[in-house]
């Protein structure tokens, strides 16, 4: 995850304009198309299983998705509100 946004800071120092305009647009929707799955995901696991929340929260991995895309503070009910 660390070198990930490493990469994404560097791309801020992309000198060619058209260059650097194509890479942010490429991350955000790279971000999009990732974000609305696992938000619906998330929203499934709490409508059918809300028990196991709790235990997904505990996992490293899962709880580092759900770090960078800004999930990992809500409830599962709330994260369609930041989608």
Known sequence: MEYVQELVKQTEK???KETKELTEEILKYFDLLHREPLSRILQAIERSYPDLKDTLKQDYA???????YDFENTNFQNISKKS
Do not use: G
């Open 14 to 16: 992309i000198p060619d």
């Open 62 to 68: 899962i709880n580092k998705l759900l770090e960078l």
